[in-house]
């Protein structure tokens, strides 16, 4: 999809990654850019700068608790009226918190979902609506066991496998939307995580990027990306995609056949 005189949404939208994709879509032609965020003053802050730099009411801040559904779904009936449509919804809001586990699922996957729906429910062609696309912003820990990081690994994991299954022909055919998934490494510094996690040697091998570099990856992906597609973002080199298995995995050589006993019969030597 080409971008210039699309409208799009952003959520997570007031700092970091979330603005630099705001940015980006705008400086790549998007006709207006809605921002959403819970962080008020942040999110007021990143309109100011990015109708200073593009012109007024180019972007338009809404304030949303994105694990309020409710909320949710009056941020986006509101944004669709501001907009009068949508093409493009970047689903980027994520927290890491291993202690409160609740939030970062709720933050990090039910949002994602609650989200893909309601953007789904706006661009489908079956509808009425004329299609377009969705990005997922997942975790190269999504694709990685990280021992550090275990319940924000599981939610990431989770967005890749919730966005490739809605992006199989059984939706596709019908809604005409595609839905794609971006999966940044780390950005900023470590400092920027809990002390434990960022003094942890795995992590340590990770080398920090920009978020511009991420954001022309998301630029790349929205126009040439296919549907369902996974994309990483990483060390601040330009994106590329990875295959996953459409399959169950290979069975290990050493794996029983069926009705082979899983105990040795014979004892141990000693």
Same mark, same amino acid.
């Given at each position: 999809?080409?971008?210039?005189? *699309?409208?799009?949404?952003?959520?997570?939208?007031? /700092?970091?990654? +979330? %603005?630099?994709?705001?940015? =980006? #879509?705008?400086?790549?032609?998007?006709?207006?850019?809605?921002?959403?965020?819970?962080?008020?003053?942040?999110?007021?802050?990143?309109?100011?700068?990015?109708?200073?730099?593009?012109?007024?009411?180019?972007?338009?801040?809404?304030?949303?608790?994105?694990?309020?559904?409710?909320?949710?779904?009056?941020?986006?009936?509101?944004?669709?009226?501001?907009?009068?449509?949508?093409?493009?919804?970047?689903?980027?809001?994520?927290?890491?918190?291993?202690?409160?586990?609740?939030?970062?699922?709720?933050?990090?996957?039910?949002?994602?979902?609650?989200?893909?729906?309601?953007?789904?429910?706006?661009?489908?062609?079956?509808?009425?609506? *004329?299609?377009?696309?969705?990005?997922?912003?997942? /975790?190269?820990? +999504? %694709?990685?066991?990280?021992? =550090? #990081?275990?319940?924000?690994?599981?939610?990431?994991?989770?967005?890749?496998?919730?966005?490739?299954?809605?992006?199989?022909?059984?939706?596709?055919?019908?809604?005409?939307?595609?839905?794609?998934?971006?999966?940044?490494?780390?950005?900023?510094?470590?400092?920027?995580?809990?002390?434990?996690?960022?003094?942890?040697?795995?992590?340590?091998?990770?080398?920090?990027?920009?978020?511009?570099?991420?954001?022309?990856?998301?630029?790349?992906?929205?126009?040439?990306?296919?549907?369902?597609?996974?994309?990483?973002?990483?060390?601040?080199?330009?994106?590329?995609?990875?295959?996953?298995?459409?399959?169950?995995?290979?069975?290990?050589?050493?794996?029983?056949?069926?009705?082979?006993?899983?105990?040795?019969?014979?004892?141990?030597?000693?």
């Amino acid at each position: 999809m080409q971008i210039k005189d *699309k409208r799009a949404i952003v959520t997570g939208a007031a /700092s970091d990654l +979330g %603005l630099a994709f705001s940015r =980006e #879509l705008l400086r790549n032609g998007a006709s207006m850019i809605i921002m959403i965020d819970i962080r008020q003053s942040s999110g007021e802050n990143a309109v100011e700068i990015l109708n200073s730099e593009f012109g007024r009411k180019r972007a338009v801040f809404l304030h949303c608790d994105v694990t309020n559904s409710s909320k949710v779904d009056a941020a986006f009936k509101e944004a669709i009226s501001i907009l009068g449509g949508l093409d493009i919804l970047i689903n980027n809001a994520g927290v890491v918190n291993e202690t409160d586990f609740s939030k970062t699922i709720d933050v990090n996957v039910t949002a994602v979902i609650r989200g893909t729906l309601l953007g789904i429910q706006q661009m489908r062609k079956d509808s009425g609506g *004329k299609g377009g696309v969705i990005v997922n912003v997942s /975790s190269i820990a +999504g %694709l990685r066991a990280l021992s =550090e #990081l275990p319940v924000y690994s599981a939610t990431k994991h989770a967005v890749v496998s919730f966005s490739r299954s809605f992006a199989q022909p059984y939706h596709y055919g019908r809604t005409n939307v595609k839905v794609i998934v971006l999966c940044p490494g780390l950005t900023g510094t470590l400092e920027d995580l809990p002390q434990d996690i960022s003094d942890s040697e795995i992590l340590q091998n990770y080398r920090p990027q920009r978020v511009e570099s991420v954001a022309h990856g998301l630029v790349y992906v929205i126009r040439c990306a296919q549907n369902g597609s996974v994309w990483i973002s990483e060390d601040g080199k330009p994106v590329y995609e990875v295959q996953l298995p459409d399959t169950l995995p290979q069975k290990k050589s050493d794996t029983l056949d069926a009705g082979e006993s899983a105990v040795d019969p014979k004892p141990a030597e000693s």
